[in-house]
């Protein structure tokens, strides 16, 4: 049996069988958790490249930091739950993060839970409205398309409510998919989400005046086949339109001037401004059941509109409010400190990419490849990552690299910025720029 399986297979039995004997064993155990996980500090090879040190954080002093989560659920720290709500971060040991992942949820006596998917078009700014609803920067946006590559689970914890968002990849079809020779989680993930949700969050940028009059025909066959499952509307990106007189025709047009089974009054459309929601309309006259079109362009059961910019933390908690108004008694799935479902080394690799489709043109970051050389412990306690990037061109490793090593350094930098924001801890990484043969 490898090592790191050992390690993970007498945690998970020490975890699950020997809390019950109370703190004192819990904290014997706790002086032995470093070394049974394998975490002793380790002499770390450097590799050339730039590196990104920032100011260190209070919880860099120790493995897990204050009050981590894994404190929390040993029972050496109470959350308070008079304090205001709290995004928990990511650890930045993978065994930890997995044990949390299965750990028994800390539940309320009166638990609600809510399965949220997010469905749009590529680059709709489904990330970036996960990322504000989490409160915290934990998947990869760019203006590039298909950023987000697979399924990303995000998990929101309030007093009682625990809301679980699927981000999604942008929905394509599959001729696109084949033409483009994209991964096949691009084309089945965003359906495959679809068997277990409660509420589907359907989200248009309206900014776009190239897609925004219409959803998209892979979009409106996942709504018809799903139409069991409630959805509603964000339309996203308003700040951005000059015009907002161009929202009600929007609205009718997306909406085929139905929402939650009642035609939509042409006041209510008008006096929607950003950051609030138009509620269900008023009956006027009777229930309306359109017929069934096959060229259908809009979804006439959608149960409410939002319309707001992902980037405003004040348009988000409007809807952030409704989703945990939306819960429904029902059992935790997660720990409360669990705030992703993606793995560390997961949430590194994500963030660098991010950066590789912002910085660089065209083609180019599409064909880079990343390998991560170490995730150690520095002597100081930070989090020390030496990543790979292997390019198949020799032009195409000299933009990267950028003048005198500008633009490597300038994303190892922000990289390193959003990665302390995720794990709480002082960051050190390093790129280095190799030609793949």
């Known amino acids: 049996m490898a090592a790191s399986s050992w390690r993970g297979a007498v945690l998970l039995r020490t975890v699950s069988g020997l809390w019950q004997p109370g703190p004192d064993a819990a904290r014997e155990w706790m002086i032995r958790l470093p070394s049974l996980l394998g975490y002793q500090r380790r002499c770390v090879s450097c590799v050339a490249g730039p590196a990104f040190s920032g100011p260190r954080l209070a919880s860099a002093s120790r493995p897990n930091g204050q009050n981590s989560a894994l404190d929390c659920f040993l029972g050496l720290s109470q959350p308070d739950n008079s304090l205001p709500f709290r995004v928990p971060a990511v650890s ?57 590559r697979s399924q990303a689970l995000g998990v929101i914890t309030e007093k009682e409510t625990q809301v679980i968002l699927l981000d999604t990849p942008g929905l394509i079809s599959p001729a696109k998919q ?26 248009v940028d309206v900014s776009d005046k190239w897609t925004r009059n219409q959803l998209s025909p892979q979009l409106l066959q996942c709504l018809t086949q799903f139409s069991h499952v409630p959805s509603i509307l964000v339309m996203n990106k308003v700040d951005c339109l000059k015009q907002k007189s161009v929202l009600l025709e929007l609205t009718a047009a997306l909406t085929e001037g139905v929402v939650n089974g009642k035609k939509l009054k042409t006041r209510q459309a008008l006096c929607s401004q950003p950051g609030t929601h138009c509620p269900s309309p008023a009956a006027q006259g009777p229930d309306l059941q359109p017929a069934r079109d096959p060229q259908r362009m809009g979804w006439p059961h959608f149960q409410e509109i939002f319309m707001l910019s992902a980037l405003s933390q004040e348009d988000v908690k409007t809807l952030k409010q409704y989703l945990l ?68 061109k020799e032009s195409h490793m000299k933009i990267l690299i950028g003048p005198k090593g500008y633009l490597i350094a300038q994303i190892a930098q922000e990289v390193g910025r959003d990665l302390m924001n995720i794990f709480l801890c002082e960051v050190q990484l390093r790129l280095s720029v190799k030609l793949l043969k």
Request: charged share 25%; proline share 9%; with cysteine.
């Open 325 to 392: 108004a939306q819960a429904q008694p029902g059992p935790w799935e997660f720990h409360s400190e669990v705030l992703t479902s993606q793995t560390p080394e997961e949430i590194c690799a994500n963030m660098i990419r991010e950066k590789l489709l912002e910085y660089l043109p065209k083609e180019v970051p599409y064909n880079i490849q990343q390998k991560t050389e170490v995730w150690d412990e520095g002597p100081s306690g930070e989090l020390v990552i030496e990543q790979k990037l292997l390019v198949p």
């Open 92 to 148: 930045v040991h993978r065994d930890e993060q997995d044990l949390l992942l299965v750990h028994r949820p800390d539940m309320p006596e009166n638990p609600r839970v809510l399965r949220v998917v997010l469905l749009g078009a590529p680059n709709a700014g489904k990330s970036t409205l996960s990322n504000q609803l989490l409160g915290r920067k934990v998947f990869p946006v760019s203006r590039k398309v298909h950023t987000t």
């Open 178 to 203: 084949k033409r483009h020779h994209l991964e096949l989680s691009l084309l089945e993930d965003p359906w495959k989400s679809m068997e277990s949700a409660d509420l589907v969050v359907v989200l």
